[in-house]
């Protein structure tokens, strides 16, 4: 992290200095359990090939998912599929009791306004500003005056500690700092679902702690279910209520991070604990 950026945002990590995996504290939204993503039986084929093999899953409103696997497994389609990005083969994905993979065009594109994305390398656009990035969202589905925008471009960035850096350009920020201004833009519209692909990917052990920690401080105060795709292990533990470990296409392990560090598995033993030996290997 460097100087710039610790000088925008006074958020502290937590346990970075410690050599055990951490496992997450906090607990879960306090609102009645619902079911906001429901995945039954979905198979996605490319050429023959079956990446997503019957996979089923539910996530509650208010809860931090994480889902872990090796290069692969399945990761990424099942992220698209998800976000409606690629048609499934086979199978149900419902995101706030709609069907992406059935609906119109249209429908999903109504779902899609009620979610919030951070991709990998940010997609940050390199010729406008941090405001006009995070308005970005703002501008296309709403009617808001542009003071209306302004306020709420201004407060969702104070969130992410980035109020200073308005009117840079991308090009002008750190990659954490690029990371803070997507998820500014990922929470502008207030949404119910908030996917992150490797959201601490290329980071250093602090910055990768204050963007988990930003994450869950987000995520508690919009009440928003968040889903990470992640390879790092710490971020996983850190931040989710459940981890979903893929594996061949399948859910191999879907619990609480203590399962994972209590597990006798040897294939979630060999990824967790990063081991050359085992069935990943073998």
């Not at 069907?99 to 594109?109: H, L, P, T, Y």
């Not at 390879?231 to 989710?240: C, D, K, Y």
Request: aromatic share 4%; hydrophobic share 40%; net charge neutral.
């Amino acid at each position: 992290m460097s100087p710039s950026e610790a000088s925008l945002a006074p958020l502290r990590p937590s346990d970075t200095n410690r050599g055990e995996l951490p496992v997450v504290r906090h607990a879960p939204h306090p609102e009645l359990r619902e079911t906001v993503v429901r995945v039954t039986s979905v198979v996605k084929e490319y050429d023959g090939r079956r990446v997503l093999d019957g996979v089923s899953f539910e996530l509650e409103r208010g809860r931090v998912y994480s889902i872990i696997g090796p290069s692969g497994c399945g990761k990424t389609t099942l992220l698209k599929s998800m976000l409606g990005l690629v048609d499934v083969s086979a199978g149900a994905i419902e995101l706030v009791g709609v069907d992406v993979a059935s609906v119109s065009e249209s429908r999903v594109d109504e779902v899609r306004r009620r979610i919030g994305v951070v991709f990998q390398s940010a997609a940050l656009l390199s010729s406008v500003s941090v405001f006009e990035n995070v308005a970005l969202p703002l501008r296309l589905h709403t009617k808001k005056k542009e003071s209306e925008i302004r306020e709420v471009v201004e407060h969702k960035l104070g969130l992410v500690g980035m109020q200073d850096a308005l009117d840079r350009r991308p090009s002008e920020l750190s990659g954490g700092m690029k990371k803070r201004c997507a998820l500014a833009r990922a929470i502008v519209m207030e949404p119910d679902l908030l996917f992150l692909d490797e959201p601490t990917s290329g980071a250093d052990p602090v910055t990768a702690a204050v963007l988990d920690d930003l994450v869950l401080d987000l995520t508690r105060r919009i009440g928003c279910t968040a889903i990470a795709v992640t390879h790092e292990m710490r971020t996983a533990f850190r931040l989710s209520h459940e981890i979903l470990m893929l594996w061949k296409g399948r859910i191999h392990h879907k619990g609480a991070p203590a399962s994972f560090i209590e597990s006798d598995d040897r294939l979630i033993n060999q990824f967790v604990q990063g081991r050359k030996e085992g069935p990943m290997t073998g």
